[in-house]
């Protein structure tokens, strides 16, 4: 068995498109109606793949705090630099907690937890 992406409710598809895209250098893989009043968009690259559904018939979106996703990134100075140029806000870091790792929260437009992540998880 494989984990094969995850889904998000969203309030602007092409926002939260842009977010992901532009911000975590993710590719729209496939974009399809879905009924009169629903979208879905699959997003990935390499191993990570997420579905932002858009239902303009819902209104509102239910997003947890106790959950987050977690993208890698090169370098955490250099993100944070983009975040300030997109006055897209921390809410949380730069944390350490060992030599190896580093990161820092925001929230996607919808208000899903982002972690930012710099180096990796060894294994001992």
Do not use: C, H
């Not at 858009?54 to 705090?65: H, V």
């Not at 100075?77 to 897209?88: A, F, P, T, W, Y």
């Amino acid at each position: 068995m494989a984990f094969i992406w995850s889904t998000l409710n969203v309030k602007n598809l092409d926002e939260s498109i842009k977010f992901y895209v532009e911000l975590l250098e993710l590719e729209v893989t496939n974009r399809f109606k879905a009924g009169p009043e629903t979208e879905i968009a699959f997003l990935g690259n390499q191993s990570t793949k997420i579905e932002l559904i858009e239902n303009a018939g819902k209104s509102s979106i239910e997003i947890g705090e106790d959950i987050s996703w977690g993208f890698s990134v090169v370098s955490l100075d250099k993100i944070i630099s983009v975040l300030n140029e997109k006055n897209i806000p921390i809410l949380k870091g730069p944390i350490q907690p060992n030599p190896n790792i580093k990161f820092i929260y925001i929230k996607d437009p919808n208000g899903m937890n982002i972690q930012l992540v710099e180096g990796s998880i060894q294994k001992s």
